[in-house]
């Protein structure tokens, strides 16, 4: 896959386990040239680094407690002024709630700049629950019950309903089938971002 890109290409990836997102957000990294800034990752390189923000998040996660939106915002706001990061990036995890969506608009407006697109992977719960019962079968992972799928996704649909809504509000979603072949979702991804012209339409 390769796609022309614009000079800068900001976007949010959203969609429950098992959508893809993670698959999709590293083919459209590798597209546009930009880095997937992921909250998870994030979390672990500064914990793996041993920075002050890492000690504040090992000394929360080892006391049992979730990671504060002005923590998260913090750690963000370091990685999205990386140089890999200056001319875009794909974020995956953030924001998680309404207040992330308030911190993330104040993040970009200092730097003059704003989201360009959200992606969202729609994929029916039916279907996402049959896809993680197949990988919980294959892989063997302890915390893919029924019980514990259900809550995951509950936990998904909860936190993602007011972050689509802000987004949407602003024309900023791109609601993507997600099922199908890889290589037909990613086309899909592709043409969208082609019609917001953050891609050439003929690269995609």
């Not at 990061?85 to 407006?109: E, I, K, S, T």
């Amino acid at each position: 896959m390769t796609a022309s890109a614009q000079t800068t290409a900001r976007l949010l990836i959203v969609g429950p386990q098992g959508s893809g997102k993670g698959t999709q957000g590293v083919r459209i990294s590798e597209a546009l040239g930009i880095p997937v800034v992921s909250t998870g990752d994030i979390f672990r390189a500064n914990i793996k680094a041993g920075t002050e923000l890492g000690q504040q998040v090992t000394a929360i996660l080892q006391a049992g407690d979730l990671v504060s939106d002005e923590l998260t915002g913090a750690l963000v706001r370091d990685r999205l002024a990386q140089p890999d990061a200056v001319n875009g990036f794909l974020l995956d995890g953030y924001p998680r709630n309404a207040a992330q969506v308030v911190q993330l608009d104040d993040l970009l407006a200092e730097s003059g700049t704003a989201l360009d697109a959200v992606i969202l992977l729609d994929v029916p719960r039916d279907e996402v629950f049959a896809r993680l019962k197949i990988r919980a079968a294959e892989q063997g992972r302890a915390d893919d019950t029924d019980e514990g799928i259900t809550h995951r996704l509950d936990i998904y649909e909860r936190e993602t309903t007011p972050i689509l809504e802000a987004f949407g509000a602003r024309g900023l979603v791109d609601r993507i089938d997600g099922v199908g072949g890889l290589d037909e979702i990613t086309e899909r991804i592709f043409a969208a971002l082609a019609a917001r012209g953050i891609v050439d339409g003929a690269a995609a």
